[in-house]
């Protein structure tokens, strides 16, 4: 069965400072999605990235990025030079294309980003 | 952009009563979901639909559940007999086709006293 694991469940850094979020994920599906969602204290649920099985390329976008390691699993999340307003939860997330297609969800990680 | 609508923002009602929450999805999307955050706790998927039934549900998706496409746009949550325990988010998401990235509601939250 699939599973996404946040060891993290809070984290709290001074602003400016780089935070790592972990991810690892666990399923039986060849091909399979990972994302990564920001729930501000707001409620809704931000899509931040998707990114497929088969494409290990790491990503930058800004001030993210993202690390793909199918060797190990996991699907972590960088944040460089952190500011108060990516203070929030975030969540780690699979489906699979053969499986469950519906996400699953990590329990997520709450960042406190402090000024 | 086209976003998918949730309704109503907050529900409030008492222990025992039914519910239906209101999502229009994305309008040339096929498959459709439900999710649902307790307070503090992570998102979980309750079901999926997709032509006009039922594709996956889990297992927190009993009898109390329903879902429902009763128009060409609207797609329904209901919940019988509320329990304190529904209280939760429910967010509605829908997708082009699998794979692809679900477009989430804002989310209904819902509260049984």
């Known amino acids: 069965a699939q599973k996404v694991t946040q060891a993290q469940t809070e984290i709290s850094v001074v602003e400016k400072e780089d935070v790592t979020l972990d991810c690892v994920y666990e399923?039986?599906?060849?091909?399979?999605?990972l994302f990564w969602y920001k729930q501000p204290p707001s409620g809704e649920l931000v899509f931040l990235i998707r990114?497929?099985?088969?494409?290990?390329q790491n990503e930058i976008s800004g001030r993210y990025s993202w690390n793909f390691q199918k060797s190990t699993s996991s699907f972590n999340f960088t944040i460089t030079a952190s500011q108060v307003v990516d203070s929030a939860v975030y969540f780690c997330?699979?489906?699979?294309?053969?499986?469950?297609?519906?996400?699953?969800f990590g329990s997520g990680t709450r960042l406190q980003v402090q000024p | 952009e086209p976003e998918v609508t949730q309704t109503p923002s907050h529900q409030v009602t008492q222990m025992g009563q039914e519910v239906i929450l209101r999502c229009v999805p994305i309008?040339?999307?096929?498959?459709f979901y439900w999710y649902r955050q307790i307070l503090g706790q992570k998102v979980e998927f309750l079901v999926s639909?997709?032509?006009?039934?039922?594709?996956?549900k889990s297992e927190i998706f009993d009898d109390q559940f329903s879902v429902e496409r009763p128009d060409g746009s609207n797609f329904t949550l209901k919940i019988r007999s509320t329990k304190l325990e529904d209280s939760a988010m429910y967010f509605c998401?829908?997708?082009?086709?699998?794979?692809?990235?679900?477009?989430f509601g804002p989310g209904t939250r819902l509260t049984v006293l």
């Open positions: 997330a699979l489906s699979e294309y053969t499986g469950r297609r519906a996400l699953t």
């Open positions: 399923t039986r599906d060849t091909t399979y999605y």
């Open positions: 990114r497929n099985s088969f494409d290990e």
């Open positions: 309008s040339n999307h096929l498959y």
């Open positions: 639909f997709y032509n006009n039934e039922i594709s996956e």
């Open positions: 998401a829908s997708i082009g086709s699998p794979g692809l990235t679900p477009n």
